[in-house]
């Protein structure tokens, strides 16, 4: 058996191309949605991910209003920014690009932007609402590897999904969008605490990895026929690389290709769906103006 690549690339296209569409209804009716990406600071990883999402901007006819600030940017200054934004009607989506420098509270900034426009779905407001089903945000990774999963027709309905970490960015809100009665999963979250990992991953029909380490799941811990989403994205030193290094995810690839029967790369898997389902919320966020 081999695996099939689920290529995450086209997927999101499809989804950006879906969502250029209804932006184009929108305009007709005078509306042009609008996201404005507030970056602060020069980290290499944050400027690439704004760039990326600069380009699906303009790929799906939205306004950008981004910016870039320096790293000595207050954060009262910020906090003022974030205040003329949620005040500003032609603005439709906020982001605030995460790491914030040292001295900025990111907590803080991130309770500052209105609950209707934080299209990151990190507000506490969208979290509760994801949690007891009500209509929300939902943050764009894992959304993005529920579109995956039913693009690709894979059945989710009575599965056993087993989700490794608990981060509030993938684990814990991953975990309850294959909890929901649309999904109908069973689900199990391990985590640095689990013991026996292995022994609970072999069970999972899905297993989705979002541990943040290189190469956590091989081969023995994974059931064969299995489906395997790997969110992980991790630098190893690779002098073969101009840059000096290669990504890789939270699984060991080439070592599940024969045993998964559905796989993300790393690259090209999960990463291309954050920022489809981005541009997807920033377009709900203008719809729900009309």
Known sequence: ?????????????????????KVSD???????????VILVGENPASVSYVTGKQKALAEVGMADRSMHLPETTTEAELLKIIDDLNNDSSVHGILVQLPL????????????IKPEKDVDGFHPMNVGNLVIGKKAFLPCTPHGIIVLLEKMGIETSGKHAVVIGRSNIVGKPVSLLLARKETNCTVTICHTGTKNMAEITRQADILIAASGHPHTVTKDMVKPGAVVIDVGV????????????????????NDLLDTASFITPVPGGVGPMTIAMLMFNTLEAAENTL
């Open 1 to 21: 058996m081999s695996a099939q690549i689920i290529d995450g690339k086209a997927i999101a296209a499809q989804v950006r191309g879906e969502v250029a569409e």
């Open 26 to 36: 929108l305009k007709a009716k005078g509306i042009t949605p609008c996201l404005a």
């Open 101 to 112: 420098p040292k001295h900025i509270n990111e907590e803080k900034v991130l309770l500052a």
């Open 234 to 253: 991790n630098r190893i030193p690779d002098s073969t690389k101009k840059n000096g290094f290669r990504l890789v995810g939270d699984c060991d690839y």
